[in-house]
T-cell receptor, first 106, second 114 residues
Framework: AQRVTQPEKLLSVFKGAPVELKCNYS??????LFWYVQYSRQRLQLLLR??SRESIKGFTADLNKGETSFHLKKPFAQEEDSAMYYC????????FGAGTRLTVKP | GAGVSQSPSNKVTEKGKDVELRCDPI?????LYWYRQSLGQGLEFLIY????????KSGLPSDRFSAERTGGSVSTLTIQRTQQEDSAVYLC????????????FGSGTRLTVV
């Protein structure tokens, strides 16, 4: 079955440190992938999509077909980045990754 | 509407009772999705609608769960004979089409079965 996997349930970094949230996929071809974020007591919202190659709140994600990965990166984490992050496909499969809870410590 | 609206926002029900959860998608969004988020768990896909039909119901955890969508708009998720393990936040999302864009989520219905 085609899936995305997020191997880390929890990730903790200090403020100002780089952060990378991992996402791997098992789709063939060119999947359309997104990152969603859920801040405390807020609804899930789109953070970024690979097709637009944008940077949102300092986060970027590059689709690496060789490694079948779509890792989310930020060079300098901020406390307000603490949230639950989900890697998600769009198209034939609607099953999100298990999510990674990021905690940025002061 | 401007966003995806879900009602009620909170529901407490007794074990064994039936509940209905409602989702109003963004106007014009043809695709609608239901997910479940349990404490400490990720997002569990339940069912997907394209228009009024449900091509993928594979995520429904048991035959106590059913969903329908009418007029290509509002959807209702029904849970019959609720059990304590059904307690979770039920999220609805919609998108313009399955092949375009991403999901817009509602704020969810927190269901507590006592």
């Amino acid at each position: 079955a085609q899936r995305v996997t997020q191997p880390e349930k929890l990730l903790s970094v200090f403020k100002g440190a780089p952060v990378e949230l991992k996402c791997n996929y098992s789709y063939s071809g060119s999947p359309e992938l997104f990152w969603y974020v859920q801040y405390s007591r807020q609804r899930l919202q789109l953070l970024l999509r690979h097709i637009s190659r944008e940077s949102i709140k300092g986060f970027t994600a590059d689709l690496n077909k060789g490694e079948t990965s779509f890792h989310l990166k930020k060079p300098f984490a901020q406390e307000e980045d603490s949230a639950m992050y989900y890697c998600a496909p769009f198209g034939n499969d609607m099953r999100f990754g298990a999510g990674t809870r990021l905690t940025v410590k002061p | 509407g401007a966003g995806v609206s879900q009602s009620p926002s909170n529901k407490v029900t007794e074990k064994g009772k039936d509940v209905e959860l409602r989702c109003d998608p963004i106007s014009g969004h043809t695709a609608l999705y239901w997910y479940r988020q349990s404490l400490g768990q990720g997002l569990e896909f339940l069912i997907y609608f394209q228009g009024n039909s449900a091509p993928d119901k594979s995520g429904l955890p048991s035959d106590r769960f059913s969903a329908e969508r009418t007029g290509g708009s509002v959807s209702t998720l029904t849970i019959q004979r609720t059990q304590q393990e059904d307690s979770a936040v039920y999220l609805c999302a919609s998108s313009l089409a399955r092949i375009l864009g991403g999901y817009t989520f509602g704020s969810g219905t927190r269901l507590t079965v006592v």
